[in-house]
Nanobody, 123 residues
Framework: QVQLVESGGGLVQAGGSLRLACAAS????????MAWFRQAPGKEREFVTH????????YYADFVKGRFTISRDNAKNTAYLQMNSLKTEDTAVYYC????????????????WGQGTQVTVSS
């Protein structure tokens, strides 16, 4: 069983930056692929990025490429999402998710979810 707790959300102006963190409980954190999804009001949850258990493989949705960076520190059982050059359309609740083994871009494939953290980008 893995419990995930996100932090770092908030209100930021367009062009600004935020860093989200996702702290995981339990052992063998490196066994889990981690991902970030987001959900804006009235929209479906969408994939943002994922990272392999070792941290050596990442993938990004086109709309965040070059602006967001996912990373992880397995010694601290924590995954991160560095968000730069934020746009108003990035406003959403951001969720981290974990699944054992290989990563996925499909949210039903993830077993564990955090409670979400609100990111609001103002113009």
């Amino acid at each position: 069983q893995v419990q995930l707790v996100e932090s770092g959300g908030g209100l930021v102006q367009a062009g600004g930056s935020l860093r989200l963190a996702c702290a995981a409980s339990g052992r063998t954190f490196s066994y889990y692929a981690m991902a970030w999804f987001r959900q804006a009001p009235g929209k479906e949850r969408e994939f943002v990025t994922h990272i392999s258990g070792s941290g050596d493989s990442t993938y990004y949705a086109d709309f965040v490429k070059g602006r967001f960076t996912i990373s992880r520190d397995n010694a601290k059982n924590t995954a991160y999402l560095q968000m730069n050059s934020l746009k108003t359309e990035d406003t959403a609740v951001y969720y981290c998710a974990a699944r054992p083994g290989y990563y996925s871009r499909t949210y039903p494939n993830y077993n564990y979810w955090g409670q979400g953290t609100q990111v609001t980008v103002s113009s």
